[in-house]
């Protein structure tokens, strides 16, 4: 491979995995996500499938009466999941301002505000809840940034700074730092708000969605975006890059809410089956990412299955050490131990198994076989246990991982095979 | 003596810590010993000796030396192999190594 090539792929690959703004994002998201979790959660418990002949749900309705008890998850997913762009505009911003080493409680209350001023207000005067959440998620990032980068070079102009005389309490100062930079930029938003609701009768969220959001979205939802994300994550980590890490800040903005459409929908008794997205950041995690990035738990039991005499092969040692992270899709021992970063023996079977089941998975969810994904899980969600919720509680969901894993195992077995004799060369020689 | 280790969630580092406290113990080293995620590392810098940085984030390196080393932190990258095959005693004798350095 050419050397010059790669350095400068990985560079570029740095750059974008250490760019401020994506990261800012990035770590938006992982601070929103347990929210967002428990929010699903919820959902998924309220609408339980019957498990054989129990039925958790009727169980449920006729001890506190039909949709009584309900109403504790319906709450908790309007708090978390259905605001998901009011919260992720605040949490971006927060980690924006924090790389800037500005002010970041100042900075995140200014783009919460901003947001609300945007969002159209309802005939009764509320506010539109389809905008709080997963619709409005685009504008809220770019409100959280522009808002941000107004504030920090506000905030680093003297001029627009309130002098306090000397002896006044620190506290007291700083509270007094960000009022004028709040007042212009509030103004600003204010400004822009008015601007386009009387000369265009719209308001931002309306066009961001529909122009940007709402296309990006819809190609998003296709094999071959998937194929894309996939193979784009697998040959990051193939040069030892993490590669959920480096694209997440584009990944999750998109494939989250494709997700919560489903989520909504099958919160409103539609069937896992009927949801329209397929692609999600579920579809990924739990059918393709199982045991973590190229399906390394397949990669563990084909080396447990090729090499089970010599107990104190390479292999089988890297293969042990990695078997405790793998149950909760952690992989990093493998990768780097066995190693795959930079292998090229290992270079095929680890882009090859994911790519193949992604196109299972989305063949399998797009005829019907399996349910489509219901639920979002922490990514380190055991494999069988995962296959199972993110499909609203389906056996079909386990019956496909379980799947996915056979076919991954017998793409990795002749790639070990190849692996082993290679190192005995070597050994040999 | 203070080691902090960085990856992206602090989950695959935390692994390793475990095993590098066992060594510590072993050779009867007063080390602490943690795994943060690279957005938390900035809230956890008080005292600290040395920061190893994760291979899979090891293109983080540049902004993370610019914070760590003017506090007089040692930074480094954790060695490939001894990360993927957990080895805790030589990740440890790669902290002491860069601390002994000063």
Request: hydrophobic share 50%; charged share 15%; glycine share 8%.
């Given at each position: 491979?050419?050397?010059?090539?790669?350095?400068?792929f990985?560079?570029?690959?740095?750059?974008i995995?250490?760019?401020r703004?994506?990261?800012?994002?990035r770590?938006g998201?992982?601070?929103?996500?347990?929210?967002?979790?428990i929010?699903?959660?919820?959902i998924?418990?309220?609408?339980f499938p019957?498990f054989?002949?129990?039925?958790f749900?009727?169980?449920?309705?006729?001890?506190?009466?039909d949709?009584?008890?309900?109403q504790?998850?319906?709450?908790?997913w309007?708090?978390t999941?259905?605001?998901?762009?009011?919260?992720a505009?605040f949490?971006?911003?927060?980690?924006?301002?924090?790389?800037?080493?500005v002010?970041?409680?100042a900075?995140?209350?200014?783009s919460?505000?901003?947001?609300?001023?945007?969002?159209?207000v309802?005939?009764d005067?509320?506010l539109?809840?389809n905008w709080?959440?997963?619709?409005?998620?685009?504008v809220?990032i770019i409100?959280a940034?522009?808002?941000?980068?107004?504030?920090?070079?506000?905030v680093?102009?003297?001029?627009?700074?309130?002098?306090?005389?000397?002896?006044?309490p620190?506290?007291?100062?700083?509270?007094?730092?960000a009022?004028i930079?709040?007042?212009?930029?509030?103004?600003?938003?204010?400004?822009?708000?008015?601007?386009?609701a009387?000369?265009?009768?719209?308001?931002?969220f309306e066009?961001?969605?529909?122009?940007i959001?709402?296309p990006?979205?819809?190609?998003?939802?296709?094999?071959?975006?998937?194929?894309v994300v996939?193979l784009?994550?697998?040959?990051?980590?193939f040069f030892g890059?993490?590669g959920t890490n480096?694209?997440?800040?584009?990944?999750?903005?998109i494939?989250?809410?494709?997700?919560?459409?489903?989520?909504?929908?099958?919160?409103?008794?539609?069937?896992?089956?009927?949801?329209?997205?397929i692609?999600?950041k579920?579809?990924?995690?739990?059918?393709v990412?199982?045991?973590?990035s190229?399906?390394?738990?397949?990669?563990?039991?084909?080396?447990f299955i090729?090499?089970?005499?010599?107990?104190?092969?390479?292999?089988?040692?890297?293969?042990?050490?990695?078997?405790?992270g793998?149950?909760?899709?952690?992989?990093e021992?493998?990768?780097?131990?066995?190693?795959?970063v930079?292998?090229?023996?290992?270079?095929?079977?680890?882009?090859?198994?994911?790519?193949?089941?992604t196109?299972?998975?989305?063949?399998?969810?797009?005829?019907?076989?399996?349910?489509r994904?219901?639920?979002?899980?922490?990514w380190t969600?055991?494999?069988?246990?995962?296959?199972?919720?993110?499909?609203?509680?389906?056996?079909?969901?386990?019956?496909?991982?379980l799947?996915?894993?056979?076919?991954?195992i017998?793409?990795y077995?002749?790639?070990?095979l190849?692996?082993?004799?290679?190192?005995?060369?070597?050994m040999?020689? | 003596?203070?080691i902090?280790?960085v990856?992206s969630?602090?989950?695959?580092?935390?692994?390793l810590?475990?095993?590098?406290k066992k060594?510590?113990?072993k050779?009867?080293?007063d080390?602490?010993i943690?795994?943060v995620a690279?957005?938390?590392?900035?809230?956890?810098?008080?005292?600290?000796?040395?920061?190893?940085?994760g291979p899979?984030?090891?293109?983080l390196?540049?902004?993370?030396?610019?914070?760590?080393?003017?506090?007089?932190?040692?930074?480094?990258i954790?060695d490939?192999?001894?990360?993927?095959?957990?080895?805790?005693d030589?990740?440890?004798?790669?902290?002491?190594?860069?601390?002994?350095?000063?």
């Amino acid at each position: 491979m050419n050397n010059k090539l790669m350095q400068k792929f990985i560079e570029f690959a740095g750059k974008i995995g250490s760019q401020r703004h994506l990261v800012a994002i990035r770590d938006g998201f992982v601070a929103i996500m347990p929210l967002v979790i428990i929010g699903s959660l919820a959902i998924l418990i309220n609408n339980f499938p019957p498990f054989g002949k129990f039925n958790f749900v009727e169980w449920m309705s006729a001890i506190f009466g039909d949709g009584n008890w309900q109403q504790v998850g319906g709450s908790i997913w309007n708090g978390t999941f259905a605001v998901l762009g009011l919260l992720a505009s605040f949490t971006i911003s927060y980690n924006l301002a924090k790389s800037y080493n500005v002010d970041r409680l100042a900075a995140s209350l200014i783009s919460s505000a901003s947001y609300i001023m945007l969002v159209p207000v309802t005939d009764d005067f509320g506010l539109n809840m389809n905008w709080l959440g997963t619709q409005g998620l685009f504008v809220g990032i770019i409100i959280a940034l522009l808002t941000t980068e107004l504030f920090r070079v506000f905030v680093n102009t003297p001029k627009l700074i309130i002098k306090m005389p000397e002896g006044v309490p620190s506290g007291v100062t700083k509270s007094f730092r960000a009022l004028i930079p709040t007042m212009i930029i509030l103004i600003i938003v204010g400004l822009f708000q008015a601007s386009l609701a009387v000369l265009a009768d719209t308001s931002i969220f309306e066009v961001i969605f529909t122009a940007i959001q709402k296309p990006i979205q819809g190609l998003s939802n296709s094999l071959p975006a998937a194929l894309v994300v996939a193979l784009l994550n697998h040959i990051l980590w193939f040069f030892g890059l993490h590669g959920t890490n480096i694209i997440g800040s584009i990944i999750e903005p998109i494939y989250i809410p494709l997700v919560e459409e489903n989520l909504s929908l099958f919160q409103s008794g539609i069937s896992a089956y009927d949801v329209p997205n397929i692609v999600t950041k579920p579809f990924l995690d739990s059918f393709v990412f199982m045991g973590g990035s190229g399906t390394t738990i397949a990669l563990l039991i084909a080396i447990f299955i090729v090499i089970r005499k010599q107990k104190n092969h390479p292999y089988r040692e890297v293969a042990k050490v990695s078997t405790p992270g793998s149950l909760f899709n952690i992989n990093e021992p493998v990768i780097f131990g066995l190693p795959i970063v930079l292998n090229p023996i290992m270079l095929i079977p680890f882009v090859l198994v994911p790519v193949t089941l992604t196109i299972i998975t989305y063949v399998a969810l797009y005829i019907g076989l399996v349910p489509r994904t219901v639920a979002l899980l922490p990514w380190t969600t055991p494999p069988i246990l995962s296959g199972y919720l993110v499909t609203g509680g389906s056996w079909r969901g386990i019956a496909l991982q379980l799947f996915n894993l056979a076919v991954a195992i017998v793409i990795y077995i002749p790639f070990v095979l190849a692996g082993v004799k290679a190192s005995k060369q070597r050994m040999e020689e | 003596m203070k080691i902090i280790l960085v990856c992206s969630a602090g989950m695959s580092t935390s692994m390793l810590v475990d095993k590098m406290k066992k060594a510590s113990e072993k050779k009867v080293i007063d080390a602490e010993i943690n795994a943060v995620a690279e957005s938390e590392l900035q809230n956890h810098l008080d005292d600290v000796d040395v920061v190893l940085i994760g291979p899979q984030v090891r293109y983080l390196e540049k902004g993370i030396r610019e914070k760590v080393e003017p506090l007089g932190i040692k930074c480094d990258i954790i060695d490939q192999l001894a990360y993927g095959m957990m080895k805790g005693d030589q990740v440890l004798d790669q902290a002491i190594k860069l601390a002994k350095y000063k």
